[in-house]
């Protein structure tokens, strides 16, 4: 074979006399092409799923994300992902075995052995769920490795460089936190585990970072956390001064029409009450998310790339409402468009500042897994 | 022929080393395609052969191409035209791979009935025995506990002391090492009778009530015996237990516990199979013969059953037709039974505990 002629673009070959170039620097737009055949796609594979009885799922998977994955153009290149079904299969066959299976069947004899009460079962259950968290965590962080090491531009696939083991007992001590502080552990246990995602992916051999704490997403957490309280307080308090509960709770003297018109009153506060409480707390939610979204990508940092993400409030409701439609409406079959819309979302949504030498990234060093994403499959962590 | 310019087509090439692209002038060679910098002699052959699609070449827009021996790098095509070319070289890179997706996807159908029926296989007929063997015998007796308790729901307990007594005794003609507390008679109208996981055995007052002797009784009593030495309630709870967990496996459901105290599986639990059904009958007659009690007390029963209630499709609610549903072949069984030949036999209970066992339930 002939001599490349094109040197590593990291270490260009120097000639004596001769100042090596200076780097390149370039911007970076990243933007989403659509195109059409998702639908014949989503179709052919449900088919094909119930046919081969779900074993077709993991292949059919792999074309829905070589479709989307295509769709993403970074300096008008396509991004292309090259893992196989095979690959998702192996994965979910080797979890199966080794957790899903034994654990199915701790449960199920747990079930038998004690009642329900009994401490010992309770002791089974919260064991379980600390080792589910934990497995969890893993499971997400394994499940992203996979992605990002199928995911090739130029010819460079990204990494994940840390162990998942230890993201695994991040994730787990940051959710338990959840319990004793009433949920205000959050943001923190949000922005840790990003940081900890992020500073930890690399494409190619360059690394992300991500600078940031949890404080400026306190203001919008306490909003949803303090709003949320305030208006079930307020529904919650209309139904108990509203209800006469000796009426509720077995008087015997108790007048028909009053029983009648206490029914109505309480049907009415199910009817309307229970539907503001979630319209109003899942907007709230939103804009809370919106926030989270717009800081995480200010924190990103690629190089000397800054990166930005518009999300904005009524966008992201929009975009969810869509998302839970086509769900409902398609029984889950229409889930590859649920894809497509939140990675269009973000990519459409997603822009960058400063400079950056591409020529010079080199290929990632880390061994490819052989398998993947078992477990985020098994504990069903995200649609990808 | 003199080497065109107008042969040269301009494309980019991404090494797999670093995210640099290059632009190159792409050729076809002898047997593959070449490339190089412009106006740089140095030139790389990838083979026709080796060629791979990224994606299978569109009919506009640019190609991505892969090599075997270089599995990181691309070759982008710029020119459509110039692609289709590549394809009538290397006919793999084009969208049309119709005889290889379609017997791939054989494969696939394949492949899913395959791992199906081993999966059946497995569960259904090679690993109950092994794995019921493998359960500790006191797990076994929790879980018929919380069957039983399940199976009977509020009916209440019969334990007028005759009656126990009664039952006990007859229980010891057929084995010294049953437990009398393990067979319990129920107050319900049902006519039935259910061996459980741990050897517990219940019989329903409707069973009771319909036969016509303490031979019938003991009849059905030795047929549920005959279950649970045979293991027929473990192995079939592994099967439902396996079943579920296959269940779950395709469809990603959860909750098989809770599933499990549903009334279908509860069914699924307690309902076995026809060669299950014979050889509880055969060790039935065994146990019988052992006993010195007549083994017709069984067939006996079956044909009380099938004079009072006949072969009636009666509705779902009959209880007397899920019996029969469960024990499906009555004459057939029947016949099995009359071939033995009985020795010298008592009674299974005498006319004062039969009495007694036949109230029971009168303190309910």
């Known amino acids: 074979m002939a001599q490349q002629p094109w040197g590593t673009g990291a270490t260009p070959v120097s000639v004596p006399g001769v100042a090596p170039p200076p780097p390149r620097k370039e911007t970076v737009r990243i933007a989403f092409h659509h195109q059409e055949g998702l639908l014949g796609l989503t179709i052919i594979n449900f088919l094909l799923s119930i046919v081969t009885l779900g074993i077709y799922s993991f292949w059919g998977k792999t074309e829905i994300r070589k479709h989307i994955w295509s769709s993403i153009h970074i300096n008008d290149e396509p991004l292309e992902y090259t893992g196989t079904g095979w690959e998702l299969f192996l994965g979910a066959v080797i979890v199966g075995l080794l957790i899903l299976v034994p654990l199915a069947f701790l449960q199920i004899f747990a079930s038998f052995l004690f009642t329900a009460s009994s401490t010992i079962a309770g002791l089974v259950q919260v064991a379980v769920s600390i080792f589910v968290l934990f497995l969890v965590g893993i499971g997400t962080y394994r499940a992203r490795r996979y992605r990002l090491s199928r995911s090739v531009w130029r010819g460079i696939r990204g990494s994940l460089a840390g162990s998942p083991v230890r993201f695994g007992g991040s994730f787990l001590f940051r959710y338990a936190m959840l319990v004793p502080t009433l949920g205000w552990a959050y943001p923190w246990l949000r922005v840790g585990l990003n940081r900890h995602m992020t500073n930890d992916m690399r494409f190619g051999q360059h690394p992300f970072h991500f600078r940031g704490s949890a404080g400026p997403l306190y203001l919008p957490f306490a909003t949803v956390w303090i709003g949320g309280a305030v208006i079930i307080a307020v529904i919650g308090g209309l139904f108990w001064g509203s209800v006469d509960m000796n009426l509720l709770f077995g008087g015997d003297d108790t007048d028909p029409l009053q029983a009648q018109r206490q029914g109505l009153i309480i049907l009415g506060l199910v009817l309307i009450g229970l539907p503001i409480i979630f319209v109003i707390s899942g907007l709230l939610w939103v804009i809370y998310k919106a926030a989270e979204l717009r800081y995480f990508a200010d924190c990103t940092t690629f190089g000397d790339l800054q990166f930005r993400l518009d999300a904005t409030v009524w966008s992201l409701i929009t975009l969810t409402l869509g998302n839970i439609m086509i769900m409902l409406f398609t029984l889950g079959i229409g889930r590859p468009f649920v894809q497509r819309r939140l990675i269009r979302y973000v990519v459409a949504r997603l822009e960058t500042d400063g400079t950056v030498d591409i020529a010079a990234i080199q290929q990632s060093q880390q061994q490819l897994d052989r398998s993947g994403e078992g477990l985020a499959e098994a504990f069903d962590i995200d649609g990808f | ?364």
Request: one cysteine or more; glycine letters at 10%; hydrophobic letters at 40%.
């Open chain 2, 1 to 364: 022929m003199a080497s065109d310019p107008t042969d040269a087509h301009i494309g980019y090439f991404n090494d797999g080393q670093t995210a640099a692209s290059h632009e190159v002038e792409v050729r076809f060679g002898s047997g593959g395609l070449v490339f190089g910098p412009p106006g740089n002699s140095a030139e790389t052959h990838w083979s026709y052969e080796g060629l791979e699609p990224v994606r299978p070449v569109p009919q506009s827009g640019p190609s991505r191409l892969r090599y075997q021996g270089a599995p990181e790098a691309r070759l982008i095509i710029a020119s459509p035209k110039f692609a289709r070319e590549v394809v009538q070289r290397a006919p793999q890179v084009g969208t049309r791979a119709g005889h290889k997706t379609t017997a791939k996807i054989a494969a696939f159908c394949v492949a899913g009935v395959a791992a199906f029926a081993v999966a059946s296989w497995l569960v259904l007929s090679a690993a109950p025995a092994t794995v019921a063997a493998m359960v500790p015998q006191s797990w076994w007796g929790f879980m018929g506990e919380k069957i039983e308790a399940s199976l009977v729901k509020t009916a209440k307990r019969c334990d007028a002391a005759e009656g126990k007594k009664a039952l006990a005794r007859m229980a010891f003609r057929f084995s010294d090492e049953i437990e009398a507390n393990s067979v319990r008679v129920y107050n319900m109208p049902l006519v039935n009778a259910f061996a459980m996981a741990g050897g517990r055995v219940v019989l329903t007052s409707g069973l009771i009530n319909a036969a016509q002797s303490a031979d019938e009784v003991a009849g059905v009593l030795a047929h549920e015996l005959g279950h649970v030495k045979a293991h027929h309630p473990e192995e079939q709870l592994v099967r439902v237990f396996g079943l579920q967990l296959i269940m779950s496996a395709l469809w990603g459901g959860s909750g098989m516990a809770d599933a499990l105290a549903q009334s279908g599986a509860l069914l699924a639990v307690l309902r076995y199979t026809r060669s299950a059904e014979r050889e509880a009958d055969a060790i039935a007659v065994e146990l019988m013969e052992k006993a010195k009690i007549d083994p017709q007390g069984l067939a006996d029963f079956f044909r009380t059953l099938k004079k009072t209630y006949g072969g009636e499709a009666g509705s779902e609610t009959n209880q007397v037709t899920n019996l029969l549903r469960t024990h499906p072949g009555l004459d057939e069984r029947i016949g099995q039974i009359r071939k033995r030949e009985p020795g010298p036999t008592t009674p299974a209970l005498s006319d004062e505990d039969w009495q007694h066992l036949k109230a029971i339930c009168s303190g309910t």
